[in-house]
């Protein structure tokens, strides 16, 4: 029979991806209050792993708790974004140059398998799908070049800069420069040579920049400009 311990466990994780997912897909909006009743009522838990999981994600710099006041979704941080950026772009290209050197046609195929779901995304306006056929095309070519392992340091890193990639994503034009810009590393990775393979993966991951200022420009209420405290609001109480 499972422990009570075990089974608070389990909510508390249940809680802490659905939590997670909710916030990295922008469907809890940065800035916005959290109720820790409603949230437990929606995930059918009690409140103690509701309040757990989101201490987790406090950790993670995902969630702002100020006692008294209120829980949080914490705003997106250019200083976090860039940072995740930076590792994302040194172990992603470290990587890359190894696969460049030993990429075979079969793996090439899969590669391209993954590109044609995309236009199928793209062709639907399915940002959600978009987004989870990119990461698995990035998570693909680590794994091709043995480096499996790196894409758990990359993903751990990267909370921060996912919500602005996810944001930037139904920006008019995004979807389809996002496809070709995968399907032009592709091609670069095919024919070569490896060093112009790998400028295209260093520009496509640093268009992520370019993208933000659009999004600033449009939910400036996303991201951090400074030290803020939020004020209660009365379904907090």
């Known amino acids: 029979m499972r422990s009570r311990s075990n089974s608070t466990r389990t909510s508390r994780d249940l809680a802490t991806a ?12 940065p800035g916005s209050g959290i109720a820790e009743n409603e949230l437990a009522a929606e995930l059918s ?51 890359f140059r190894e696969l460049t050197r030993s990429i075979e046609q079969p793996q090439l195929r899969k590669l391209r398998e993954n590109l044609e779901q995309q236009q199928l995304a793209v ?29 758990d340091v990359v993903s751990s890193a990267k909370a921060h800069l996912d919500r602005a990639r996810r944001a930037c994503l139904p920006i008019a034009d995004t979807l389809e420069r996002m496809l070709e810009q995968h399907a032009e590393i592709v091609d670069r990775l095919e ?43 009365a379904y907090l109480a």
Do not use: C
Not at 51 to 60: H, K, P, V, Y
Not at 138 to 150: F, G, I, K, P, Y
């Open 123 to 151: 062709n639907a306006r399915d940002v959600d799908r978009f987004f989870e056929l990119d990461e698995t095309l990035h998570a693909t070519m680590l794994r091709m070049a043995d480096h499996e392992a790196a894409w």
């Open 191 to 233: 024919s070569g040579p490896p060093e112009t393979a790998e400028e295209a993966l260093r520009s496509h991951l640093r268009e992520v920049f370019h993208d933000i200022d659009a999004v600033k420009a449009r939910t400036p209420e996303y991201f951090t400009s400074g030290p803020t405290r939020p004020v209660r609001k």
């Open 18 to 29: 659905e939590v997670r997912r909710r916030i990295l897909d922008l469907t809890l909006e």
């Open 45 to 95: 838990v009690s409140r103690t792993p509701v309040r757990e999981a989101l201490i987790l994600l406090a950790n993670d710099g995902l969630v702002e708790i100020y006692p008294q006041v209120g829980t949080f979704v914490s705003r997106i941080d250019p200083t976090a974004v860039a940072d995740a950026q930076f590792i994302r772009e040194a172990l992603e290209l470290a990587s």
